[in-house]
Each structure stands twice: as structure tokens, then as C-alpha cells.
T-cell receptor, first 116, second 114 residues
Framework: EAGVAQSPRYKIIEKRQSVAFWCNPI?????LYWYQQILGQGPKLLIQ????????DSQLPKDRFSAERLKGVDSTLKIQPAKLEDSAVYLC??????????????FGEGSWLTVV | QQQVKQSPQSLIVQKGGISIINCAYENTAFDYFPWYQQFPGKGPALLIAIRPDVSEKKEGRFTISFNKSAKQFSLHIMDSQPGDSATYFCAASVNKAAGNKLTFGGGTRVLVKP
């Protein structure tokens, strides 16, 4: 079974520029998450989708961050304009909706962003 | 109230020794407590998880101990191996039909010396 796919793996941009990250979850997983992991810290949830609907985006800085999952499969996270403090790893994750498996959240390898 | 506090930030253990990582939480609604292992350059991977209706769960060399009254849980790595060198995160969530919103601790970097 293929894991959570993310791209690009690495991105360096200047502050005030924009960047977009793409995620393809595990096939059949209805729930998709975007986490931000700053170096030396635990991941922090930015947004959670159930199919193509937003379940939780309470910690998403909506003035600069946006995310969509239009067809309920893959997702895009965009940052515009980027700030220095946005330098982090952006982790996409997914989980199944049914049974005990819904408790297991599978993470991708992350997209590393450096804002200079 | 959503915070999960993890300690220590780092630890060094000799091969064959026991690594112990502790976590504490405040939100009594949390009902799912996983531990994730993360290697450099990789995403976190689920290691072991426990629900508050049991006090201990063991999988191989990894054991979770859970103290509901104290709102604390810990990970014990028995017979630590150099391959266990990684960052470990505790987490907690409220189990919902729409999926789990994991709140992570700050992480513990474990180094196992050969």
C-alpha cells in the first residue's frame, strides 16, 4: 500500500513570496490533515478535512494560509505571503474513516520550507 | 487545556538500557494516547497507542503505562538499541467520527549509545 505522498520535499523562498505544497493521501482515506512542525517542536494541526469538507481549521493563519481538497482526494496547502516564521516542515497525514483504523494517522515525509 | 507536556527533552541511554519518556495532559476529554517515532528527514510513524480504560500496553520492547487519575502516561523502551535513536512524541486526542485531532508533546530526542 502506497503511503502519503507529498511534494515538493524541499523549498526555499524569500519572504513575501508564495509557495504551494501538494499531498496525495493513502487511497481510500477520507480524513486528511496538514500539520506544521517547527524545528525542535511537535507537529501542530493546521487544518483537517473529512472528504472535501473542512472539519477543523481553528489554528490555520487564514490571512496567509489556505488549503483545499476539492475532489476529496489530494490537497494543496498554500502560503501567501510567506514570513520568516513560516520556516518549518509541513506534514500531510491521512486516516481511514471506519472502525479502529480511524485512530491511526499516517504521515507523509513532509515538505521542508525555508523562508529567507 | 489542550496542551500535552513531555519530558525529558533529550536523553542518552546505553545499549541494552531502559529509556523512559513521560507525558502529562490536562484535558480529561482525551481518550486516545498514541506515541509516534520520528527519524531525521521522515514523518512521524505510529509506534504504540493506549486508551484510558487500560493501565498498561506492551508491544515488543515498547510499553505504555497510563495513570488516569494523575493524567500522566509514559513510554518505556526496554533493551534499547542504537536503531531506536530517534525523536519520540506523545500525543493525545478526543476520538471522533470525523477523525482524531492529535495534540502533540514537544518531543524527546533519544540517543542510544552502542
Amino acid at each position: 500500500e502506497a503511503g502519503v505522498a507529498q511534494s515538493p520535499r524541499y523549498k526555499i523562498i524569500e519572504k513575501r513570496q508564495s509557495v504551494a505544497f501538494w499531498c496525495n493521501p493513502i487511497s481510500g482515506h477520507a480524513t486528511l490533515y496538514w500539520y506544521q512542525q517547527i524545528l525542535g517542536q511537535g507537529p501542530k494541526l493546521l487544518i483537517q478535512f473529512q472528504n472535501n469538507g473542512v472539519v477543523d481549521d481553528s489554528q490555520l493563519p487564514k490571512d496567509r494560509f489556505s488549503a483545499e481538497r476539492l475532489k476529496g482526494v489530494d490537497s494543496t496547502l498554500k502560503i501567501q505571503p510567506a514570513k520568516l516564521e513560516d520556516s518549518a516542515v509541513y506534514l500531510c497525514a491521512s486516516s481511514s474513516r471506519t472502525g479502529a483504523a480511524r485512530n491511526t494517522i499516517y504521515f507523509g515525509e513532509g515538505s521542508w520550507l525555508t523562508v529567507v | 487545556q489542550q496542551q500535552v507536556k513531555q519530558s525529558p527533552q533529550s536523553l542518552i541511554v546505553q545499549k541494552g538500557g531502559i529509556s523512559i519518556i513521560n507525558c502529562a495532559y490536562e484535558n480529561t476529554a482525551f481518550d486516545y494516547f498514541p506515541w509516534y517515532q520520528q527519524f531525521p528527514g521522515k514523518g512521524p510513524a505510529l509506534l504504540i497507542a493506549i486508551r484510558p480504560d487500560v493501565s498498561e500496553k506492551k508491544e515488543g520492547r515498547f510499553t505504555i503505562s497510563f495513570n488516569k487519575s494523575a493524567k500522566q502516561f509514559s513510554l518505556h523502551i526496554m533493551d534499547s538499541q542504537p536503531g531506536d535513536s530517534a525523536t519520540y512524541f506523545c500525543a493525545a486526542s478526543v476520538n471522533k467520527a470525523a477523525g482524531n485531532k492529535l495534540t502533540f508533546g514537544g518531543g524527546t530526542r533519544v540517543l542510544v549509545k552502542p
